[in-house]
């Protein structure tokens, strides 16, 4: 079965600290794997993109890193701020342009 | 950036009225997707859509909901005959042609079913 899950399920962080956020994929035949953030009340947006032959990518304090071997990927927030506050959702592009959604990691950023 | 453009923000709906939905995507994308979020749940995907018909669709999309582009230019999801479970947020993307161009995403439509 096509499916994504993401842990933790939420978390909460002091303002300027880091975090990190796991997921778990298995698609088939995988296409390649993104992070998006959705703000509350806001559709989500994309923030990584990663294919089968990248391990990492930034994007400003965002770094995702992919391990297709063992299907996990991981999105890391340095020095977060308190627009940091939303749901990071994992999603798995597969087949013809299918998507399988994490249920996503909500993260609330605290001063 | 260009943005997807979803109307309403929030529909109030009786049970077993008919909604529609609607969607206007950035102007040169050529796929287009629905996808709902039950709250509290996954994000899952409807439909996809190209040169004017369905390309895909899960099985949630039954004969109750049905899509199309009547002017080029909008995207409408249509559902008949709501039932309460189909209270979520509804989800219009569109992506452009090349193969990894990501899916850009309106903020959704909050559909609530009384």
């Known amino acids: 079965k096509n499916q994504v899950e993401q842990s933790p399920q939420s978390l909460i962080i002091l303002e300027g600290k880091n975090c990190t956020l796991q997921?778990?994929?298995?698609?088939?035949?995988?296409?390649?794997l993104r992070w998006y953030k959705q703000d509350t009340g806001r559709g989500p947006v994309s923030l990584t993109i990663m294919t089968f032959s990248e391990n990492t990518k930034s994007n400003g304090r965002y770094t995702a890193t992919l391990d297709a071997d063992t299907k996990q990927s991981s999105l890391h927030i340095t020095a977060s701020q308190l627009s940091d506050s939303a749901s990071y959702i994992c999603?798995?592009?597969?087949?013809?342009?299918?998507?399988?959604f994490g249920k996503g990691n909500q993260v609330v950023v605290i001063p | 950036e260009p943005e997807v453009t979803q109307t309403p923000s929030h529909q109030v709906t009786q049970m077993g009225q008919e909604v529609i939905l609607r969607c206007v995507p950035i102007?040169?994308?050529?796929?287009f997707y629905w996808y709902r979020q039950i709250l509290g749940q996954k994000v899952e995907f409807l439909v996809s859509f190209y040169n004017n018909e369905i390309s895909e669709k899960s099985e949630i999309f039954d004969d109750q909901f049905s899509v199309e582009r009547p002017d080029g230019s909008n995207f409408t999801l249509k559902i008949r005959s709501t039932k309460l479970e189909d209270s979520a947020m509804y989800f219009c993307a569109a992506r452009g042609g090349m193969g990894n161009q990501p899916q850009h995403f309106g903020d959704g439509t909050r559909l609530s079913i009384l």
């Open positions: 997921c778990n994929y298995t698609v088939s035949p995988f296409s390649n």
């Open positions: 999603v798995a592009h597969y087949g013809n342009n299918r998507l399988a």
């Open positions: 102007s040169n994308h050529l796929y």
